[in-house]
């Protein structure tokens, strides 16, 4: 089924749950996107405070995305990347599906920074990505946040004429 980040963002966890682990071939996304935070999981480890705080200041009161042209996260603004890391189609460490899974030891952040970080995304489309965002943990206690990512106008490949909304 062919979503929206709207309707998406309408959706309980359980249903994010069966969108995310839906079966559909997994490539590596490219374009500058858009993020916006669905929802936080129920779980231990999403109720932890410091990875909370951290994650409601990152992921809630500023505008966010990924562009995977240089695969950074950028916050505010598209010019203001950070958090360098390496895309591989992998099993996803907390759902039974494949996934973008985002691993970060090729970033320049601090050392112990790099081990914490951990996000994966499931392309929905060439334009919508469903993410879920964490940290470098196992189930229940990594997985943290429902995000989606929508490519911005102009900078998906450069043979694609069609835009996103």
Same mark, same amino acid.
């Not at 936080?40 to 951290?54: E, I, M, S, W």
């Not at 990152?58 to 950074?72: C, K, Q, T, V």
């Not at 911005?152 to 694609?160: I, M, Q």
């Given at each position: 089924?062919? /979503? &929206? ?24 996304? /490219? ?11 129920? %779980? ?10 951290? !994650? ?14 240089? %695969? ?10 950070? +958090?360098?890391?390496?895309?591989? $189609? ?12 985002? @691993? ?13 970080? /951990?996000? !994966? $995304? ?10 879920? +965002?964490?940290? %470098?943990?196992?189930? +229940?206690?990594?997985? @943290? ?15 694609? &004429?069609?835009?996103?909304?």
């Amino acid at each position: 089924m062919s /979503y &929206t980040a709207d309707e998406l963002q309408r959706l309980s966890i359980d249903e994010l749950d069966g969108v995310f682990c839906e079966p559909e071939s997994v490539e590596l996304p /490219y374009g500058c996107f858009s993020g916006r935070t669905i929802c936080r999981l129920r %779980n231990r480890g999403a109720k932890l405070p410091l990875p909370r705080f951290l !994650e409601f200041v990152g992921f809630e009161l500023a505008p966010y995305g990924i562009d995977f042209r240089s %695969n950074r996260w950028f916050f505010v603004s598209s010019a203001l990347q950070a +958090g360098r890391f390496a895309p591989r $189609v992998s099993r996803s460490r907390w759902r039974p599906t494949e996934v973008v899974a985002l @691993h970060y030891n090729v970033s320049r952040l601090p050392r112990p920074m790099r081990k914490f970080l /951990y996000d !994966e $995304v499931k392309p929905l489309s060439d334009r919508l990505l469903l993410g879920l +965002g964490g940290i %470098n943990r196992e189930l +229940g206690m990594g997985d @943290h946040f429902y995000f989606t990512l929508e490519l911005l106008k102009g900078t998906g490949r450069p043979d694609d &004429t069609a835009h996103a909304p």
